[in-house]
């Protein structure tokens, strides 16, 4: 949903990792078309989003609110 609806921004690509409930780490890299989503023992719980006119408050509720969120306008 991210990457088709343009209430997000213009987004390119979401990469890093995001903390579980659990402990364990998710890892996404994603860019349109291709999501792939791992879980790992150990991450750094950060995510990247890159993209155009990105609309932080909507992307930040589609994750985690530990990870660290990096937008590059």
Do not use: M, W
Request: hydrophobic share 40%; charged share 25%; with cysteine.
């Amino acid at each position: 949903k991210i990457f088709s609806d343009t209430a997000f921004g213009n987004v390119h690509r979401i990469k890093g990792f995001v903390e579980a409930q659990t402990g364990r780490f998710i890892q996404i890299n994603a860019v349109p078309g291709r999501i792939v989503i791992e879980e790992r023992d150990r991450g750094q719980n950060a995510l990247i989003v890159i993209g155009e006119n990105l609309n932080r408050e909507l992307i930040d509720k589609c994750f985690v609110k530990k990870a660290k969120y990096h937008g590059v306008l």
